[in-house]
């Protein structure tokens, strides 16, 4: 019903008009919320609200205190996947929230962080490592349709692995890092970088292609494309718009890169493969790590 | 260019780009964001548009979808940056 368009006048008059008691939000909505201010809040009746949660997305935990200040009660991250068809963490009523944490297992799950070498549960609370659950839970995939191989890939030494990283702190909370792999998530919606440099490589134009998330204040992430250009072509803002627009009517609009960078070149590996992970930390301030790897001139 | 001449420009940009049924009714007036016409990960190309077409600028706290929400709101934005 609310699906066109965001607004908080709009959200706000919903939860009064239909006294709607819990409410399951995502961060970027959460976010989009808290940037429209505190004000606007104090013209609706919210009263009904008894339970307040949240998903798609780790939940920073400004948002958790900003709810906590203007609704009472804070929203509640939850931790679930397509895959395991139910809540595995989470925050649950009449437990210490920890803002900024996932939470724990959900009683009657295991949960996990694997070392990512070994596969074997991580000794010791801080440790980063790959989360992952016991098999066995009742609402947990059968399958990925037509692809069994990929199915099996899910489950190594008895876990089920999520494709996510986090720590878990001394008294059992679980905190995300990120995903595994190179997927996107940007206001929820989890974008394949591979999928939109294939599809950029298809316009008459680009060269090259890599993708990498890029952190927004809204969407958490977004996506950000650096692009060579083939011989006879010169780079210009027409050129980025008009790429934009290829990618958002080929993909969709999440897809279409919020921003393509032109670069001369990108940085590969001595056999040739991208470094999309030297892209990254360049967007995200962080180490570049080993480039030993890395092709000279 | 003239006001109206922006809003026209603004407005067949929108229909070519976004609008996939030729049929829908598109004004000045229309709410663009609100109804859902432009989501807000398209917005971005719109605001590329703008600043393409026009030579200017609009910093990213003003590309609100408040300020995207209609042509009448797009132009009024562009013109204060048109100076």
């Not at chain 1, 808290?34 to 780790?58: Q, Y």
């Not at chain 2, 609008?19 to 109804?35: A, Q, R, Y």
């Not at chain 2, 703008?50 to 709101?73: G, Q, R, W, Y």
């Amino acid at each position: 019903m609310l699906d066109s368009g965001f607004s908080a006048q709009s959200w706000y008059q919903f939860i009064e008009q239909y006294r709607i008691t819990v409410w399951y939000s995502a961060p970027t909505a959460i976010r989009s919320l808290m940037k429209a201010g505190d004000e606007i809040i104090r013209n609706f009746d919210l009263s009904c609200l008894r339970h307040l949660a949240s998903v798609g997305e780790p939940l920073n935990s400004e948002a958790v205190i900003w709810s906590e200040k203007n609704f009472g009660m804070p929203f509640l991250d939850t931790f679930w996947q397509t895959e395991t068809g139910s809540i595995m963490i989470t925050n649950y009523p009449g437990m210490k929230v920890k803002p900024g944490s996932m939470g724990k297992p959900f009683p009657g799950i295991t949960g996990t962080v694997l070392d990512a070498k070994t596969f074997k549960p991580l000794q010791g609370s801080g440790k980063i490592g790959l989360i992952a659950f016991k098999p066995g839970w009742p609402s947990m995939m059968r399958t990925y349709w037509k692809n069994e191989e990929k199915y099996k890939e899910k489950f190594v030494n008895g876990w089920y692995l999520s494709g996510d990283r986090a720590s878990i702190d001394n008294e059992g909370y679980f905190w995300f890092i990120g995903r595994d792999d190179d997927v996107i998530n940007t206001g929820g919606h989890l974008v394949s970088p591979f999928e939109v440099e294939s599809a950029l490589l298809e316009y008459p134009a680009v060269g090259e292609s890599a993708v990498v998330a890029k952190p927004d204040e809204i969407n958490m992430e977004v996506v950000k494309a650096f692009v060579t250009l083939k011989p006879g072509f010169t780079p210009s803002k027409d050129l980025e718009l008009e790429i934009m627009n290829f990618i958002r009517k080929k993909l969709s609009s999440v897809a279409m890169p919020q921003e393509i960078e032109f670069v001369d070149k990108l940085p590969k590996t001595r056999s040739g493969k991208i470094m999309r992970r030297v892209l990254h930390a360049k967007e995200w301030g962080e180490e570049i790590g080993d480039i030993s790897s890395l092709e000279n001139d | 260019m003239n006001t109206e001449e922006m809003k026209e420009l603004v407005l067949n940009y929108v229909k070519k780009e976004y609008i996939d049924d030729d049929d829908t009714e598109i004004t000045n007036d229309t709410p663009l964001i609100s109804s859902g016409y432009v989501d807000s990960f398209s917005m971005v190309s719109l605001l590329v548009f703008l600043e393409n077409k026009f030579k200017i600028k609009i910093p990213s706290s003003k590309a609100t979808p408040e300020a995207f929400d209609t042509v009448n709101s797009i132009v009024a934005l562009v013109n204060q940056y048109l100076q």
